[in-house]
């Protein structure tokens, strides 16, 4: 934009979907963690929380990733679509394995995480089953789908797989101004949201969590296993 800085004018055309991103983020990781749910409890009840909170969750998240946000970030700057500069064929077809590769890794990662339990499905079967007087009986799981570390498969690779393949979409999906910028932002987000789930992560297994981090990088394969602690 004339007169602007390169800097002023990114953020004249994306300061509201980047604020946006931000409350986002930060709702975010308050919901899923536990001293929000506990407080969510005493105003609903822990049934609620318990089996109807992750579904309602994650439908929030969708929609405002999906539709608030991107209607504040595309739809409000359809000019950057355009891509800022072309590949030679010859990187455009690796760049075109890497984004295949990215959605690959995020399926697999998706059905490895129990997307069932993931997406709250499950325990929202579990309270309406509750509901209708045949409860499914089984022990609390601290995270979802399982009560053990899950090492294997995508999960041997890096620990966070579904950020790592979020971000490697991104950052194939095309040189535009408007993917580039949000790649950034959820870059931002990554890093910040992976901190405090590692320590979740931490409380949760301890030090099997830690010999794990020792040997498998957050976000990338590590080739070289560093000592634990």
């Known amino acids: 934009m004339d007169g602007l800085s390169p800097l002023a004018a990114y953020l004249n055309d994306y300061w509201a979907s980047v604020a946006a991103f931000a409350v986002f983020g930060l709702l975010h990781s308050i919901g899923a963690h536990e001293p929000f749910k506990n407080a969510l409890g005493r105003i609903t009840g822990a049934f609620f929380v318990d089996h109807f909170w992750r579904l309602v969750y994650c439908g929030l998240s969708f929609w405002a990733l999906y539709t ?8 409000r700057n ?12 010859a990187l455009w077809q690796a760049i075109t394995v890497l984004h295949l590769g990215s959605i690959a890794l ?18 929202a079967g579990r309270g309406i089953m509750a509901l209708v007087g045949k409860p499914i009986k089984g022990p609390p799981k601290p995270l979802f789908g399982t009560d053990r570390l899950v090492v294997r498969g995508v999960y041997g690779w890096v620990r966070h ?16 101004r408007n993917n580039l910028v949000y790649a950034v932002m959820y870059a931002a987000y990554m890093f910040i949201g992976g901190y405090y789930e ?3 992560l931490l ?24 000592p634990a602690g």
């Open 68 to 75: 608030a946000i991107a209607s504040l970030h595309w739809a």
């Open 78 to 89: 359809t000019a950057h679509d355009v891509w800022l500069f072309n590949y030679p064929d």
């Open 106 to 123: 995020l399926y697999v990662a998706f059905l490895q995480s129990d997307y069932l339990e993931f997406l709250g499905l499950k325990q």
């Open 161 to 176: 797989p579904m950020l790592a393949a979020g971000l490697l979409f991104l950052l194939t999906s095309g040189p535009s």
């Open 198 to 200: 590692e320590r979740r």
């Open 203 to 226: 409380r949760v297994f301890g030090q099997d969590y830690v010999r794990y981090q020792a040997r498998v990088g957050a976000y990338f394969p590590r080739l070289w296993p560093r």
